[in-house]
């Protein structure tokens, strides 16, 4: 049965299907398998709303709402102005500052998507203006747009933490060490890339635009301060956080910036119902998908195939590293994340593994998964919202893959990376 379903789940990707038809045919061939025919094809359906029923789901859309309010709005320019202000005349400052900028749109959006266009939009042209070369340029905004998956509110941890049934609060937090860590690094490379190209710094800004800018800032700067501030300080759940947050966007850019009018609202919250109903209907299809799976023991069938139950904790890390970066080369990180996690999680289980870190280590590999070729989503949309030929957007990502998959080896082998906040703050 576990041949048939994902041969015919390949052969529709490779006709064009979109991912939800294949999720959906290969649920309804293991269904018929299993009962002999569709009599029991209530309990399918039972399966896809069961699916989308936590209510902790609320939070994928809110959030989405509030990174699209932002990105129409003010808010993404004046967190962007604030960044260019303190480290924009350094050498590789403008690159420095795309990353930095990544970082803090990522505290807010928990969209790689969202950041990539509400960053690279403003910041590419004054790059290559600085004579940073275009490929470097798009290469550090999808790769740095993979923090955004990192720093909460990550969208990608909200939905391992439904499907895996661990605490979205630890998750949030958990992924704060390696994001940073990834910012780092990746400022250390874009100053090693400014110094041998010999690309010009920026004019140093005095200390009163700084503060200027500091103060434009304060505003947006609310929105970490609502979600982490919120959330830890146990005002808000992360779904009450997510809501807080849209009210918080709409209050900013409509009264207080007001560059936002209720038919600029409507068409944002329009655009947001239609990516919203894509995700739901992934994830309803993927929870019909992985209970067919669970119920016919395919995880258990494929994992003892290759041996996994005879490794230890770092052996187990390493496969499911693989197997998520694999993934999400090809297919959407949501889809990959519905289908791999419940087919790791007995094994997770059985070796003992901190469910939070396996989250940490799995975001992180569908993050990167999804700006490396051949098909990372980020990839696409760098090429939609900059017209750049594919060929053009993919030549500078080597480096930056290679430093990506450099925290997910220091997170295998350092946990603590990830589990330090998370330890300081519940335990």
């Known amino acids: 049965m576990a041949i048939a379903i994902f041969s015919t789940m390949i052969l529709l990707l490779l006709f064009g299907f979109p991912m939800m038809i294949p999720l959906i045919i290969g649920a309804f061939i293991g269904f018929y398998t299993l009962f002999g025919g569709f009599g029991q094809l209530e309990t399918m359906v039972q399966q896809m709303m069961a699916g989308i029923r936590p209510a902790s789901l609320i939070a994928v859309p809110m959030f989405i709402f509030a990174a699209d309010i932002m990105t129409r709005g003010q808010s993404a320019g004046r967190l962007i102005d604030m960044v260019m202000a303190f480290v924009g005349h350094l050498r590789g400052g403008l690159a420095i500052s795309t990353a930095a900028a990544c970082t803090m749109f990522g505290a807010v959006s928990g969209s790689t998507q969202a950041t990539v266009v509400a960053v690279g939009s403003p910041l590419r042209p004054r790059m290559l203006k600085a004579g940073y070369n275009d490929s470097f340029v798009l290469a550090l905004i999808v790769n740095s747009s993979d923090i955004a998956f990192l720093i909460p509110p990550s969208i990608g941890m909200i939905i391992y933490g439904v499907v895996s049934n661990t605490s979205i609060s630890e998750l949030f937090i958990a992924g704060v060490g390696p994001g940073l860590l990834i910012l780092l690094l990746f400022s250390i490379y874009s100053w090693i ?19 200027a800018a500091m103060r434009k800032a304060l505003w947006p700067l609310g929105f970490p301060v609502i979600i982490i501030g919120g959330i830890y300080g146990g005002i808000f759940s992360p779904t009450e956080a997510a809501a807080a947050c849209v009210l918080y966007a709409i209050f900013l850019e409509m009264v207080v910036f007001r560059e936002l009018d209720m038919r600029g609202l409507y068409n944002t919250a329009k655009s947001t119902g239609l990516i919203t109903a894509v995700v739901f209907i992934l994830i309803a299809a993927g929870a019909a998908f992985s209970w067919v799976i669970s119920f016919a023991q395919i995880p258990q069938q494929i994992l003892s195939g290759i041996g996994v139950d005879q490794m230890g904790q770092i052996g187990v890390l390493v496969v499911i590293s693989i197997a998520f970066f694999i993934g999400c080369m090809f297919v959407d990180p949501i889809v990959v994340i519905l289908i791999l996690v419940p087919i790791f999680a007995p094994v997770v289980g059985n070796v003992g593994l901190d469910p939070v870190l396996v989250g940490t280590i799995i975001t992180l590999q569908v993050a990167i998964g999804s700006a490396t070729p051949p098909f990372g989503c980020d990839i696409f949309t760098a090429i939609a919202v900059f017209k750049r030929p594919y060929i053009e957007v993919v030549r500078g990502t080597p480096p930056f893959i290679v430093i990506l998959l450099g925290v997910s080896a220091a997170l295998i082998f350092f946990p603590q990376i990830a589990l330090f906040l998370r330890d300081l703050a519940f335990r």
């Open 193 to 211: 890339y400014a110094v041998r190209n010999k690309v010009p710094t920026e004019e140093k800004v005095s200390w009163g635009a700084r503060l």
